[in-house]
Nanobody, 118 residues
Framework: QVQLVESGGGLVQAGGSLRLSCAAS??????MGWYRQAPGKQRELVAT???????NYADSMKGRFTISRDSAKNTINLQMSSLKPEDTAVYYC??????????????WGQGTQVTVSS
């Protein structure tokens, strides 16, 4: 079982910045990433980073959000800039691991609230 610990959410004014972090109990994974879910909406992709370091962003986050990870590869960060009220959501960290039988396992963090005021 992979454990994920998220931190860094909070309240910020529009145009401001926040940094989220997620620490995993493993360094072996296919991808780590961030997803978000706003009230009344489906959970959506924010950004992911692969075990090899390749990154992927949702179109609406490109240029404003940056995903990175530490040298130990078990902590990822999401630097969010130029925040908008529509970025308000619970942000979830996810780790995806494919095991020896090629079965995919997804592990989710508990979520951290990001609120952007106008």
């Amino acid at each position: 079982q992979v454990q994920l610990v998220e931190s860094g959410g909070g309240l910020v004014q529009a145009g401001g910045s926040l940094r989220l972090s997620c620490a995993a109990s493993t360094t072996i994974y296919n991808t780590m990433g961030w997803y978000r879910q706003a009230p009344g909406k489906q959970r959506e992709l924010v950004a992911t980073i692969s075990g090899g370091g390749s990154t992927n962003y949702a179109d609406s986050m490109k240029g404003r959000f940056t995903i990175s990870r530490d040298s130990a590869k078990n902590t990822i960060n999401l630097q969010m800039s130029s925040l908008k009220p529509e970025d308000t959501a619970v942000y979830y960290c996810k780790v995806t691991i494919t095991d020896w039988a090629s079965i995919r396992h997804d592990y989710w963090g508990q979520g951290t609230q990001v609120t952007v005021s106008s």
